[in-house]
């Protein structure tokens, strides 16, 4: 029999056994309603139209309101809802209207087309009204002068609505390469919200064998590492077909709903990020193996782990340095360290900043070293296999399996 | 064949196996026998290459043992191990498949060893819903169900009752009656002497009596005298010579005595002495040769 059979075979009851249990049909079926919540629930209470009311004491607020509403919607195609829609209150004298921003029932109070009044400095939707209003109502005085000299109004209209320099760039890019960093960047966030869900997932199913001390009986006919890979590949394929499920659904629903644009991607980029997310997926995946190797009880999993979990919080910080400056060493030395290269070449890849050979030794290093840490963590947990009690140290296993 | 051959096992400064040496046939029933601790556990463990012995060898027709040769045994580890939540008949094939049987194979003979072991209706019931009794009926069958030729079982008989006892007894014999070589560890000794032809005895890991049950019983150098008399027994006994041991429970004394001692005309003094209820003088029982063995 050859030995990856095995693995399947242990692969394939993992997948049978958990893909029947109820916590994974609940959890796949909760999380996928989540998801979907949290897109669709939002698009029914706002058509993705920003509304305020603003109030206004004595004349000259209407037409700045007016200006600066359809400087707020001066993006918005035909026939679409507005961005922003903006309503008048009037109030009789200030200290009413001041009362009124007071109580939040008004953004902010006009006074006379000459003063804006808000609650305070800060607040995300309030500042972006007063930005409006206050170009608004530069328009507006820009208009006045413009009635005086109608060739002056073109030229500044003009220098307000384009950028003042003109832009270029040496690589000849385009925006398009902006919104492919943008989606390596969201990659590796779904990979490292992958690693640390489905990577406890594994840690504690390998403690599973010890735990009921299944282990004794298995490793009496199977390898250490048969029974590691076949444990990562079938609860890692349950983890990423939930992970899979819940990414398409968010998928359609974000399409359904038009929430947010969703910028399209070549086909090797996709190829780069699914092979990517592999890679780092499993050398994480077999980390965590070995973690679980070393505990015999949930426990103590959690504590063996940590230092995972901590290396892959430093490898995702080092994906957002890579973002900043992709051809950096820090950018150079990630790619090969198998650790961080998950976090580190797709970045670069999106950026255009990887030489060829530099993104082939990376897979090479990274497919190798999965390998190898199979099999160290396959002795690591043949040594602390018949250990129980409390958690088991590194050395201590390694010495016992070598022995 | 499976011989063991001078296996030295250390844990630290504990030496667990001291150049014990042993062997199982093909068709032969071996009892396993020691106090605890004695290192039974870390020798059937050596077989499965579970434990690494510091020296000596392990072979099995004369073959060095691989992870090819063991697919071929059936383990009962001492400390049992099932999956709760699966089902007894997934588990059972799991088993087998594991041992390389195809799925076929393997669900027909996880069917055939529920059956046989009583467990017919049991068949998709969780393990975990199962009693402990018949937990331990599944344990029996993951060492069997892919019909290996050796079989090694770590306190079998353990927590098991009379009836349960009885069907484990049952196909064991069986198996050594298909030529399959089986070695089981017990403390069980009545039990042992019942159904097993060969025994051995380790202690402080080496062995320290190996042989067939009636060859041991014959040649011990001690015999066992069995007297319930009225009357003073005490007085009766020391007339004897090569005495070892006394155990009194009420009038009747196990006494344990040198073989060469002559007990003709004893049976006379003793009925002299009193009401004689019981005499027997016999080859030991194998507990009194466990006993000789580890003291």
């Known amino acids: 029999m050859s030995g990856f059979r095995t693995a399947v075979v242990v692969a394939s009851r993992e997948i049978r056994e958990r893909s029947r249990s109820k916590a994974y049909r609940i959890t796949s079926i909760l999380t996928v309603l989540i998801v979907l919540a949290l897109i669709i629930v939002p698009s029914l209470f706002g058509d993705g139209t920003d509304r305020y009311t603003i109030g206004a004491v004595g004349n000259g607020n209407a037409e700045i ?12 195609e035909d026939g679409a809802d507005p961005a922003v829609e903006l309503t008048l209150e009037a109030y009789a004298d200030v200290s009413s209207g001041e009362t009124a921003v007071q109580d939040g029932k008004v953004e902010a109070l006009l006074v006379d087309g000459e003063k804006i009044i808000t609650k305070s400095a800060g607040g995300f939707g309030s500042s972006s009204v007063v930005g409006l209003l206050q170009r608004g109502a530069s328009t507006i005085r820009l208009e006045g002068l413009a009635a005086q000299d109608p060739e002056a109004a073109a030229q500044v209209v003009e220098i307000l609505t384009n950028d003042a320099l003109e832009s270029v760039t040496l690589s000849g890019d385009d925006t398009d390469r902006e919104s492919e960093g943008v989606i390596a960047y969201a990659g590796m966030l779904m990979l490292y919200i992958a690693i640390l869900v489905y990577g406890t997932w594994i840690l504690s199913g390998v403690t599973e ?22 444990k990562i590949i079938g609860i890692g394929s349950l ?71 901590m290396l892959a919080i430093a490898a995702f910080f080092l994906s957002i340095i890579t973002l900043d400056n992709p ?77 | 064949m499976l011989v063991i051959s001078d296996l030295h096992k250390s844990f630290g400064d504990i030496h667990a196996l001291n150049g014990c040496s042993l062997s199982v046939q093909r068709g032969r029933m071996l009892g396993f026998l020691g106090p605890n601790g004695a290192g039974k556990t870390t020798t059937m463990r050596s077989i499965f290459g579970l434990i690494s012995p510091d020296s000596g060898s392990v072979t099995w027709d004369g073959q060095e043992l691989g ?13 049992r191990g099932l999956y709760p939540k699966m089902r007894a008949h997934d588990q059972l094939s799991y088993m087998g498949r594991i041992h390389g049987l195809t799925k076929k194979e393997a669900a027909d003979s996880a069917s055939y060893w529920l059956d046989r072991l009583g467990l017919a209706e049991r068949h998709d019931d969780a393990i975990e819903a199962l009693s ?10 993951a060492a069997l169900v892919h019909d290996p030729a050796l079989l090694v079982l770590d306190e079998p008989f353990a927590g098991l009752d009379p009836i349960a006892t009885e069907t484990m007894s049952e196909v064991l014999d069986e198996q050594t009656a298909a030529g399959k070589a089986v070695v089981f560890s017990s403390h069980q000794l009545d039990l042992v002497e019942d159904i097993c032809e060969d025994v051995a005895i380790i202690n402080e890991g080496s062995i320290v009596v190996e042989g067939t049950v009636k060859a041991l ?5 001690i ?15 020391e007339t004897l010579e090569g005495v070892r041991s006394i155990e009194v429970e009420g009038s009747r004394h196990n006494v344990i005595i040198d073989a060469s001692s002559d007990v003709r005309g004893f049976l006379g003094r003793a009925q002299e002495a009193g009401r004689l209820r019981h005499f027997s003088y016999t080859t030991p029982s194998l507990t009194d040769l466990f006993r000789e063995a580890v003291q």
């Open chain 1, 209 to 230: 064998e010890k735990t009921n001390r299944v282990v004794e009986v298995l490793l009496a006919s199977v390898k250490p590492w048969q029974l590691l890979a076949g």
């Open chain 1, 327 to 403: 051809d950096g060493p820090v950018a150079v030395i990630g790619a090969f360290v198998p650790l961080t290269a998950p976090f580190v070449v797709p970045v670069r890849v999106a950026l255009d900043a990887i030489p060829v050979w530099q993104y082939i030794v990376s897979i090479a290093i990274a497919a190798g070293s999965i390998v190898g840490l199979l099999l160290l963590a396959g002795r690591v947990y043949a040594g602390g296999l018949l250990q129980y009690g409390g958690r088991i140290r590194l050395r201590q296993a390694w010495r016992s399996a070598s022995e």
């Open chain 2, 67 to 79: 992870s090819g040769e063991r697919l071929g045994f059936g383990y009962m580890p001492e400390e």
């Open chain 1, 239 to 309: 983890g990423l077909a939930q992970f899979g499920l819940t990414i398409i659904v968010a998928a359609v629903a974000i399409q359904a709903t038009g929430t947010l644009d969703v910028p399209e991607l070549p086909l090797a980029s996709v190829v780069n990020l699914i092979l990517w997310f592999a890679l780092g997926f499993l050398v994480y995946a077999v980390l965590f193996a070995a973690a679980g190797s070393l505990a015999s009880r949930m426990e103590d999993a959690q504590s063996t782990s940590l230092p995972i979990t």
């Open chain 1, 65 to 76: 309101i007016g200006a600066a509403e359809a400087i707020g919607n001066a993006n918005v």
């Open chain 2, 217 to 221: 019983k014959d040649a011990a150098p």
């Open chain 2, 223 to 237: 015999r066992h005298l069995e007297v319930d008399v009225d009357g003073d027994a005490r007085a009766l006994l």
């Open chain 2, 132 to 141: 402990h009794g018949n937990q331990q009926r599944v344990q029996l069958a």
